[in-house]
């Protein structure tokens, strides 16, 4: 693959301590996977494989026990605290299968909280907040909150908070896993055009095997490290 690499991660592993009666849990023993640039990635593996433990540390939002996860040069996780806060609102979009949307904000204002925090010109995001949210063909539901919307919905809004800051790296875990068949080939099939029409690096952990038929390369975890990687 020509596209250069935009996330690698090298010897990632990952022990849970002893909690109680289990215990230490090695989850990843030696991940070695590397992500490129605007390339669609699928992580698939069986329930308690590591896939989303992963996708924490991939994202910064978990540190590995022992291993590297370099992003276009930098350690994430040589990061303090401060930087990882920096690298996560501006570097990441994160889309779980739950959306976690706050509930007392609209669809407006729960795509905006990102940029908030990143103190970017008001009136500029709130104008890609719009257009995203009409791209995810939610533009009647800018006001809503999340209790008065849909599942579906409730995930096309989780998506455009993702994507507000214009991270360069989307990680998605299992983002229709919550949703009917219908429901979730919506949201896939808007996901995946985003992806095209922002330029957007995605890796998405799901058990569909209609999603990874979409990605270009499948990465399946078993037994803590990764067995393939399957060309399509
Ligand atoms: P997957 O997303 O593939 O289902 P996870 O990454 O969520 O797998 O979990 C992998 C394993 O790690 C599971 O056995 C899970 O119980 C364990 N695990 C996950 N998070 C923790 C934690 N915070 N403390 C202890 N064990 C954990
Ligand atoms: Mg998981």
Known sequence: MSAPILIQGTGIRKVYDAKGSRG????????????????????????????????????????????????????????????????????????????????????????????????QDKETMEARAISLLDALHLSHRLHHRPTELSGGEQQRVAIARALINKPKLVLADEPTGNLDKHNATAVMELLLGLQESENLTLAIVTHDPMIATHCERIYELQAGTILKSDAK
């Open 24 to 119: 230490a849990v090695e989850v990843l023993s030696g991940v070695d996977l590397s992500i490129h640039s605007q390339e669609r990635l699928a992580i698939v593996g069986s329930s308690g494989s590591g896939k989303s433990t992963l996708l924490h540390i991939l994202g910064g939002l978990d540190t590995p026990t022992s291993g590297d996860v370099v992003f276009e040069g930098s350690y994430i996780n040589r990061m303090n605290s401060t930087e990882l806060a920096r690298f996560r609102n501006q570097q990441i979009g994160f889309i779980f299968q739950f959306h976690h949307l706050l509930p007392e904000f609209t669809s407006l204002e729960n795509v905006l909280m990102p940029a908030l925090l990143s103190n």
